[in-house]
């Protein structure tokens, strides 16, 4: 059996060592030991020749005599050339030779220089040795063609360069003005949209960046390896270089890369995506290398450069084709539902079921007939490039890839020429970091490791981060709010961000200043906190029997939401009208909670139950239109109970079976279809019956929970009516018969004010059902009156038209 060769000037596989591994020098081609010297023998007969044209008596023997009595400056060149091939062919075969002079004298040399002058400085003098040496060329060749020294030609320059002035301008004016107009338009355009902040001008640190500690501390370890990157490259490591922060807006990602800056004490680049969106194509891609050539000066002048991409996903994406992102998305290159890393059931499977898997996710995006008129994709000419589109992503994506290939004309081709590799460039010391609220519409190829390291999500605050912040920006301003009240504000706030709780706080004491005080009060921070969550109320009144059906339709919901809610509590009861609600029942989680619980959802569905069941019970089994967004938030967890999250009385998931077409869950027989009978149609029917059973029965629980609480019910509809708004401590008041911020509940533990409150309803319920304008007085308990009464008597002009006072503290 013949043995297979390697094709002819292919080295065999692992048969060609790397560069660092070489012992002696790489041997030359035997074109590169020549070419220099040639070139000098084509000068030295340039030379002589010109000796001849000079004087026609002279023949070529006699013109070669001249040339080598003047000792012309080309034989001292070609013997260094000489000597430069003797040293390189001595190198290629003596290991000491070449480790001497590459390791002792030009590495020793190399070494010296890195540490006695920064980079900055060496880059600076080679630019000037390489601008002297140009000049110096120039000098020796412009003496010779005036027969002149090179010293007297440099001198002489000037007035060389103004004799031929006309003529340079005349060729210069004909090339600017075709060129002119495009370079300087396109120039003009690839300005703007990069801010660069120094130093000195940036005050945010890491004690102002509030709630995100366990963020902060992964972004200090980045601080330590861009000061001293030492710790990481000399143990054969990599400083990671690119940083992700992702998260709802306003939780902190722009404020904490100026803490980085203003940490480290170097520059701070803050580019904005939009400045990429150009009329012209290629605008932005003269952006984007003008952009980080300004990095890599700025990363020599200073050591380290931080450059903070806002809102990435405005240029880190290629719009229709994007591919997914953090987690996966739209493009289902990584489908989302079976990420990796989880706990959920693919990451158990085989690898062969996971390919199945992915298969079928990735066929059922994929239209059957696609319709090929609206899928064609328009390809601009000269116009028509923005965001990430048109080159810009990938002129992006280059750059962050290509920081480590050589720098420079001189480096890259001249040392090149004479057979000399090109010096690496120095280490540019750049963080990027990006911003974005989007992740999933950033491309695949941006977020890979060696261009964004280390993806961090900067979420919402947990309750500790939420009193932190709450602490640092109310220290700023005037209060009287307690430790307690802080920890109150954190859970009643759950989803508070960093710009949220600002904003609030901001509130709270415009809120005091219109109030005639400088101090925030806790008064001021609750209603504030109503008007930002609620908006202003609407300058509206009810007629008495509408006022009343609203408030006993919240009250139902207050009523239930309180007594079988146990993982959340009331935060506001309302029946002021909205833009979009005339009143409502909010609920917040007293801690922080991640998984959600079967009893959860269901005691969800009894709260959403609650205003049917409710204005059934007390409305004589009449109903209004008002509850169809009860009923629908209602459907829409008992569809997911039952169909998706095994809640009902199937296991498997609807999703899925409808997917593979297996039939109904539950459907009997096996799960076996008859011939010819719809799949779809049946699972549908199936869990619709079921859906609508489960509702039946929990709407049944709900009934009951209501008329075991009647009298609590009329309780909380009457302190709604009379104070508009509840905070959930007055509803709980309310109900445990106590005295509340607001509300004073003790008269609702008397029977016969629970009877008045009842004959208040009937009357009300009569004058429904008969759509009649009986004037309804509402009850007044003995030792009160209303919140109003007293301040009309006092001051009439004092109270807004729905008879409060629009500064009542709510």
């Not at 640190?205 to 390896?225: A, M, T, Y």
């Not at 004309?409 to 990006?434: A, Q, S």
């Not at 964004?452 to 700023?476: C, H, L, M, N, Q």
């Not at 049917?612 to 209004?624: H, W």
């Amino acid at each position: 059996m013949r043995k297979a060769r390697a094709a002819r000037g292919l080295a065999p596989p692992g048969g060609r060592p790397k560069d660092e591994d070489r012992l002696t020098r790489k041997p030359l081609s035997f074109w590169d030991r020549i070419k220099f010297l040639v070139l000098l023998g084509l000068v030295w007969l340039i030379l002589t020749w010109s000796v001849m044209a000079n004087d026609p008596l002279v023949g070529f023997s006699d013109a070669v005599r001249i040339e080598v009595r003047a000792g012309s400056w080309v034989f001292i060149l070609m013997g260094l050339e000489v000597l430069r091939q003797i040293h390189f062919l001595i190198s290629e075969h003596s290991r000491a030779y070449h480790r001497f002079w590459t390791y002792g004298v030009f590495g020793g040399f190399e070494r010296l220089t890195h540490r006695r002058i920064s980079d900055w400085t060496r880059f600076r003098v080679w630019r000037l040795l390489t601008w002297v040496f140009w000049i110096a060329v120039a000098a020796v060749i412009t003496g010779k063609i005036i027969h002149t020294t090179p010293v007297l030609a440099l001198l002489r320059g000037p007035e060389l360069i103004w004799h031929a002035l006309p003529f340079v301008l005349q060729l210069a004016f004909a090339f600017f003005f075709i060129a002119f107009q495009f370079i300087g338009l396109f120039w003009l355009l690839s300005r703007g949209g990069v801010d660069v902040y120094y130093p000195d001008d940036i005050k945010t640190r890491f004690s102002d960046v509030w709630g995100q500690d366990h963020v902060l501390e992964r972004v200090k370890e980045n601080i330590i390896f861009l000061e001293n990157p030492e710790l990481v490259e000399e143990k054969g490591g990599y400083v990671p270089g690119g940083l992700l922060l992702w998260g709802p807006p306003g939780t902190g990602k722009t404020l904490m890369a100026e803490a980085v800056a203003g940490e480290t004490g170097k520059p701070y680049v803050f580019v904005d995506p939009g400045a990429f969106i150009n009329m012209f194509m290629g605008v932005g891609i003269l952006k984007v290398k003008s952009l980080f050539r300004k990095l890599r000066r700025l990363a020599l002048r200073y050591g380290g450069v931080i450059v903070f991409f806002d809102e990435a996903d405005s240029l880190g994406n290629r719009g229709q084709l994007t591919q997914g992102g953090v987690g996966g998305g739209p493009g289902r290159a990584t489908p989302a539902p079976f990420a990796h890393a989880g706990c959920h059931g693919f990451s158990y499977l085989s690898a062969d079921t996971q390919w199945r898997l992915v298969r079928e996710a990735m066929a059922a995006d994929i239209p059957d007939e696609p319709d090929t008129r609206r899928n064609k994709q328009m390809i601009g000419g000269l116009m028509g490039g923005g965001g990430g589109g048109m080159g810009t992503l990938q002129a992006l994506l280059t750059e962050l890839s290509g920081l480590k290939k050589p720098r420079g004309l001189v480096n890259r081709y001249v040392r090149r020429i004479f057979g000399m590799r090109p010096k690496p460039p120095p280490k540019y010391r750049i963080l990027v970091m990006m911003a974005t609220n989007m992740p999933s519409a950033l491309d695949e190829a941006l977020l890979r490791p060696g261009r964004i390291d280390r993806i961090y999500k900067v979420g919402y605050p947990s309750k500790a981060g939420r009193i932190r912040t709450y602490e640092g920006y109310f220290a700023k301003v005037k209060h009287e709010l307690t430790a307690e009240n802080l920890d109150k504000l954190a859970t009643i706030t759950p989803y508070a961000t960093g710009a949220t709780i600002k904003d609030l706080v901001n509130e709270s004491l415009i809120t005091a200043i219109r109030n005639g005080r400088d101090v925030i009060t806790w008064p001021d921070v609750i209603k504030a906190k109503q008007l930002k969550e609620l908006g202003p109320p609407e300058d509206v009144e009810y007629i008495e029997r509408e006022r009343h059906a609203v408030a006993v339709h919240e009250a139902c919901h207050a009523l239930v939401a309180f007594r079988m809610r146990q993982h959340m509590e009331i935060d506001i009861a309302t029946i002021e009208k909205g833009g979009d609600y005339l009143g409502m029942v909010a609920s917040i989680p007293p801690e922080d909670q991640f998984t959600r619980w079967r009893s959860e959802y269901e005691t969800d569905i009894l709260v959403s139950l609650a205003s049917l069941a409710g204005e059934r019970m007390f409305f004589d089994q009449d109903s209004s239109s008002g509850v169809s967004g009860d009923l629908e938030s209602a459907t829409t967890v008992a569809s997911f109970m039952e169909g998706f999250w095994g809640m009902g009385t199937t296991v498997s998931s609807y999703s899925t079976a409808k997917r593979l077409e297996v039939g109904s869950p539950g459907g009997g027989a096996g799960g076996r279809l008859k011939k010819g009978q719809d799949t779809e149609g049946q699972a549908r029917h199936a869990l619709a019956d079921r859906i609508e059973h489960n509702l039946e029965v929990l709407l049944g629980r709900t009934e009951e929970i209501l008329r075991e609480n009647r009298n609590d019910v009329l309780a909380i509809a009457h302190a709604l009516e009379r104070y508009k708004t509840l905070s959930g401590e007055d509803v709980v008041a309310v109900m445990e018969h106590q005295r509340g911020p607001l509300v004073d509940g003790t008269p609702y533990a008397d029977d016969a004010f629970v009877a008045e409150l009842d004959a208040y309803h009937n009357a009300a319920s009569r004058a429904h059902r008969e759509h009649s304008q009986e004037q309804l007085s509402l009850p007044v308990p003995a030792a009160a009156a209303p919140p109003w009464t007293v301040a009309v008597i006092a001051d009439p002009e004092a109270h807004g038209p729905n008879g409060r006072n629009p500064d009542q503290p709510l």
